[in-house]
């Protein structure tokens, strides 16, 4: 059997893979919200009040993010589908295919079909892998896929800047870029790491003085307009203590073990241990790239764009380690998208600078996928039982009663009440006809 077919029927196998992922999405997924998605249902109950204005609930501040495409698309499921989640949901499980299948489709450009599909096969299944259920199941995590969609978008359109043959496609490239990276900051907080990533892009790219200033200028007043009227929001019980030796150890191990996720459950240990070898790949890969623009003054766009992601998963671990590692070495299923990125990211780097050992990083990325499906089934069993909790509230909650589980889903009794009875006289959510 030919290379071509090989990879062609691997491609069918990982597609219905990722099939798999679709599927138990949504048998795990419920109507009713949880958790940061009782916000979502406070601020349309405060709009069709009359109390808050588009602009306010678009733009409103959320922990430390501002989640425009997430609001609207909330805004969007209760006002055109009854509450139901399902618009939600369906936009959910699509960005995340979505950006799976263009990480698969930048990691095999300029090759053949086979490569291709096999290249978006493996994206997809990663991002739909049960390792990030959480995020699969819980429309208003939408923000994890949204934002580096936009980064990617931003820095591919500046790939193309340089090749625009016109005036007018020059200023279509660099609207592109600025309107890309905004929605990408305005997405969520970790979109200004891929703000300052595509900035620093911008500066190494053939465009002309003016126009590079132009960029610059123009993201550096979007992460300005970012912070007019935000507070800051960090947890001192949480947030990494940096003046100790155990609280650097755990702020360090953190980065790495967020990364690593997939090999999560090979033990104490595994994650982390996995998480610095891909850092180290990370270093490995960019070093050969640098090596390559030296010798040839030129860089491959693609790897570029892989590398970007690549970058801001791990700014966004550096992140997260400084938010949360406050009480020990941090992991959360709601973050391995990041994971997911970051390993597509790497394997297509790879795939692109070492064609001819392919077979190898193919292996790799297998194995990968693999743990990946392992370990989400462990999470995937905790959010079953989230399930089963939301049926039962919602059966009571249906036939008129107020259940004494409510804090289970939202902390604040008083809060989630006022919520759900908002729900209940606007025929909205587990109420609609």
């Not at 290249?119 to 994890?144: C, K, R, V, Y």
């Not at 150890?249 to 790495?256: D, G, K, S, V």
């Not at 992991?331 to 692109?352: K, N, P, Q």
């Amino acid at each position: 059997m030919d290379r071509p077919m090989r990879y062609g029927i691997s491609a069918a196998i990982i597609f219905a893979v990722a099939c798999y992922g679709l599927f138990l999405s949504t048998r795990i997924w419920r109507i009713l919200p949880f958790g940061d998605q009782w916000d979502a249902v406070e601020r349309y109950r405060l709009w069709t009040a009359g109390d808050l204005g588009l602009s306010t609930v678009l733009l409103a501040q959320h922990n430390e993010h501002r989640l425009v495409p997430t609001q609207l698309v909330f805004l969007i499921d209760f006002s055109f589908f009854k509450g139901l989640g399902a618009f939600a949901f369906v936009a959910l499980l699509l960005a995340h295919a979505a950006l799976g299948a263009a990480l698969g489709m930048v990691a095999t450009r300029g090759m053949a079909r086979p490569q291709r599909l096999l290249g978006m096969a493996f994206g997809t299944a990663f991002l739909l892998s049960p390792i990030q259920i959480e995020n699969l199941i819980s429309p208003f995590n939408l923000q994890w896929a949204i934002c580096p969609l936009f980064i990617l978008a931003a820095v591919l359109a500046l790939k193309d800047l340089p090749k625009a043959s016109s005036s007018g496609g020059r200023v279509l490239f660099s609207l592109l870029v600025v309107v890309a990276t905004c929605a990408g900051i305005y997405s969520s907080f970790n979109g200004l790491a891929g703000a300052v990533i595509v900035a620093a892009l911008v500066s190494f790219s053939p465009i002309g003085r003016v126009m590079k200033m132009s960029l610059i200028a123009s993201i550096g007043l979007s992460i300005i307009v970012f912070f007019i009227g935000y507070k800051l929001q960090l947890n001192d019980d949480v947030r990494a203590d940096l003046l100790t030796l155990t609280g650097i150890w755990q702020f360090l191990a953190t980065i790495p073990n967020i990364l690593g996720a997939p090999m999560e459950k090979l033990g104490d240990g595994g994650g982390l241990g996995f998480g610095a070898a891909g850092l180290t790949a990370w270093i490995a890969a960019s070093l050969s790239m640098l090596r390559r623009y030296r010798r040839e003054d030129k860089l491959d766009p693609a790897s570029v764009a892989l590398w970007a992601l690549s970058a801001m998963a791990i700014a966004t671990a550096i992140m997260i380690a400084y938010g949360r590692s406050g009480q020990g070495v941090y992991i959360a299923s709601r973050y391995d998208t990041w994971s997911a990125i970051f390993w597509v990211a790497i394997l297509g780097m790879f795939w692109r600078l070492f064609e001819d050992r392919a077979p190898a990083v193919l292996g790799i990325g297998a194995l990968l996928l693999t743990m990946s499906y392992v370990t989400g089934q462990g999470y995937a069993g905790t959010f079953r039982g989230r399930a089963e909790l939301l049926d039962e509230l919602t059966a009571e909650l249906r036939s008129g009663g107020t259940p004494d589980k409510l804090r289970l889903i939202y902390p604040s009794l008083q809060g989630i009440e006022r919520r759900i009875e908002f729900l209940r006289q606007s025929k909205l959510s587990i109420f609609a006809d």
